[in-house]
């Protein structure tokens, strides 16, 4: 079936450190994929996304390319900040018998040291 | 601004007791969604509704009810049957159902049930 697949957190980085949060996933047809990200108490919000293959979405510094050919989304930072600490969730949305369906990942958790 | 917004953020109610939470949306979205969060876990979808007066249920609906009155409200209730109601319940929206459209989501209310 279809699903998507995080590393496990949490990561722990120095500020100013590369960040990599690896997500995969498995979908027919072509979804459109997401990084959400969580603060404390918060509820999710949209930090980017892609539509389709080879489309890369960034924001405030972060950035993932959609490659279809090995199904995967990872989530990328030059310098991490003590800011970005908080919960990334991967996600996509794909259609299936005529409708559509979200799928989250299990989140990972970023701790960024100062 | 617009946004969805939930309330209360903090619940607390005792076993055996019905609750509803509240969200709203002034996005003029058509499509709404309940997911719940458990610690360490991804979301779970509850309940969506694509339209005013129709909803359909997610993966985990058992023992939750909702309505669709009005575009902009969402009401989901939490009854006396689910038997683990203690969770962070996250609403969301997004433009449409078909289309692959990211969703927005609200602060969250944590439900707690002791």
């Known amino acids: 079936g279809n699903s998507v697949t995080q590393m496990e957190g949490p990561v722990t980085l120095s500020e100013e450190a590369f960040l990599t949060i690896n997500c995969t996933y498995t979908?027919?047809?072509?979804?459109?994929l997401f990084w959400y990200v969580q603060y404390p108490g918060e509820g999710l919000q949209l930090l980017l996304k892609?539509?389709?293959?080879?489309d890369k979405g960034s924001n405030k510094g972060f950035e993932a390319t959609y490659r279809k050919e090995t199904t995967s989304f990872h989530l990328e930072k030059g310098s991490v900040q003590v800011s970005d600490s908080a919960v990334y969730f991967c996600?996509?949305?794909?259609?299936?018998?005529?409708?559509?369906?979200?799928?989250f990942g299990t989140g990972t958790r970023l701790k960024v040291l100062a | 601004d617009g946004g969805i917004t939930q309330s209360p953020k903090y619940l607390f109610r005792k076993e055996g007791q019905n609750v509803t939470l509240s969200c709203e949306q002034n996005l003029n979205h058509d499509a709404m969604y309940w997911y719940r969060q458990d610690p360490g876990q991804g979301l779970r979808l509850i309940y969506y509704s694509q339209i005013v007066n129709d909803f359909q249920k997610g993966d985990i609906a058992e023992g939750y009810s909702v309505s669709r009155e009005k575009k902009e409200s969402f009401p989901l209730t939490v009854t006396s049957a689910q038997k683990n109601p203690t969770a962070f319940y996250l609403c969301a929206s997004s433009i449409e159902w078909d289309g692959l459209y990211e969703q927005y989501f609200g602060p969250g209310t944590r439900l707690t049930v002791t």
């Open positions: 892609a539509t389709k293959a080879d």
């Open positions: 996600a996509l949305k794909y259609h299936t018998s005529g409708t559509y369906k979200y799928i």
């Open positions: 979908a027919t047809g072509y979804p459109s």
